[in-house]
């Protein structure tokens, strides 16, 4: 009797589950303050047309996006390339870029992520967060967010952010 009852209570609970949110997660959604603050520490701020490619050649755009950054977006919003020519270099324009950001974090955010977390994820990739504090790979992405973090105060107060 008492397995039956358990397999009722789990069943009825996977039922309210599965109908909660339709199967979606909640995402945390960026604001446009937010895209400045990390355009600003990638690019200072330049026009398109003006933003060199970083590490080597293999960041590219306002948010020196890496390929695998692109497609991983991608993968989760197939809208990203839906229309021809909405390839990888397209990256290179800031709307376009904004829009694979904003899905990188939709996918690899959680939703009460900090603007921090979502720093250090745009900079450290979708796994830093949970690598071990010490490890260098952590320490360069929390030294990222911090300067971020204080580019969005800046632009909040409506001032330059000075990217240090």
């Known amino acids: 009797m008492k397995r039956i009852q358990k397999i009722i209570i789990l069943g009825s609970m996977t039922l309210l589950f599965a109908g909660f949110g339709a199967g979606k997660k909640p ?3 960026m604001t446009q303050l937010e895209l400045d603050a990390i355009r600003w520490k990638e690019s200072s701020g330049l026009e398109d047309s003006k933003v ?3 590490d080597d050649g293999k960041a590219i755009g306002p948010f020196q996006l890496w390929e695998i950054y692109w497609r991983d977006a991608v993968t989760y919003d197939k809208t990203l390339a839906d229309e021809p020519g909405e390839t990888y270099a397209k ?3 800031r709307a376009y870029a904004e829009l694979v950001v904003r899905a ?4 690899w955010a959680k939703s009460n ?5 979502v720093a250090m994820l745009h900079n450290g990739g979708c796994c830093v967060l949970g690598k071990e504090k010490d ?3 952590y320490k360069n992405a929390a030294a990222y967010a911090a300067i971020v973090t204080r580019n969005l105060q800046s632009l909040q107060k409506g001032e ?3 990217n240090k």
């Open 91 to 93: 990256c290179r324009e």
């Open 52 to 54: 060199k490619d970083g």
């Open 113 to 117: 992520a900090t603007f921090r977390e």
């Open 27 to 29: 995402v945390r959604e």
């Open 135 to 137: 490890s260098d790979a």
């Open 160 to 162: 330059t952010p000075k």
């Open 104 to 107: 990188y974090m939709r996918r």
